[in-house]
């Protein structure tokens, strides 16, 4: 079974996305922010990393210039419900799998 870490800083979207994600089969932890992120990732190893881009402390973007020093051919996605040309140029650029606006289907 594939493991997916979620973070964002909003508790709703944390359930939201665990509930979904669990339902199709994906073992799920989740995080409120990206040092929390950080030390999941150092207690277990995961398949994917689904990451807001807009949270207190360290942003998404910042989290994903950590995760690729770390843990290069971790793949993770960025969401943001502030969607605009810039966030997407730099979560690509940063090396993003993937670059969702919210809200998603």
């Not at 079974?1 to 996305?17: G, K, N, P, Q, Y």
């Given at each position: ?21 669990e ?43 950590q ?16 969607s ?22």
């Open positions: 079974m594939a493991s997916i870490l979620v973070v964002d800083d909003e508790l709703s979207m944390r359930e939201f996305l665990t509930i979904l994600l339902k199709e089969g994906y073992g799920v932890r989740a995080a409120a922010d990206g040092k929390s992120a950080l030390a999941l990732l150092e207690a277990q190893p995961f398949d994917l990393v689904i990451s807001d881009i807009r949270m207190p402390g360290s942003s998404g973007l910042e989290l994903l210039a995760l690729n020093e770390r843990f290069p051919r971790l793949p993770v996605i960025i969401m943001t419900a502030h605009d040309l810039d966030s997407a140029v730099a979560s690509y650029q940063g090396g993003a799998f993937e670059y969702l606006p919210k809200p998603f289907d």
